[in-house]
């Protein structure tokens, strides 16, 4: 498995994936398991852009305006769509939050 790269900072409502998890990329989603849980995360549809906009610090809006981008749908849904998946990778160790400021 690869090893996510992740020690930049973000601000309090900025998120990138966490360094310290094991993940693979396979045809249709990403594998992720963080180092201390036996469980792995399966991030499938857009589960997997997520990912992959989360390699670099990223603020909330920036995430919704870029999979609404992606996928041409309505940034204000997506925003209320996905504020939960990344409350709930932040639980499972996946994702992480921090509070410096550098983001894109």
Not at 8 to 13: E, R, T
Not at 55 to 60: Q, R
Request: aromatic share 2%.
């Amino acid at each position: 498995m690869g090893s996510g790269s992740g020690a930049a900072s973000s601000g309090p409502d900025e998120a990138i994936h966490r360094g310290d998890v094991l993940w693979r990329a396979t045809l249709d989603a990403v594998l992720v398991r963080p180092l201390h849980a036996t469980e792995v995360v399966k991030l499938e549809g857009t589960g997997r852009a997520l990912w992959e906009v989360l390699s670099e610090p990223c603020s909330f809006d920036s995430v919704c305006a870029e999979l609404a981008r992606t996928h041409d749908a309505d940034p204000a849904q997506i925003a209320v769509d996905l504020r939960p998946v990344i409350d709930d990778l932040v639980d499972r160790g996946v994702v992480s939050r921090s509070n410096s400021g550098h983001t894109r």
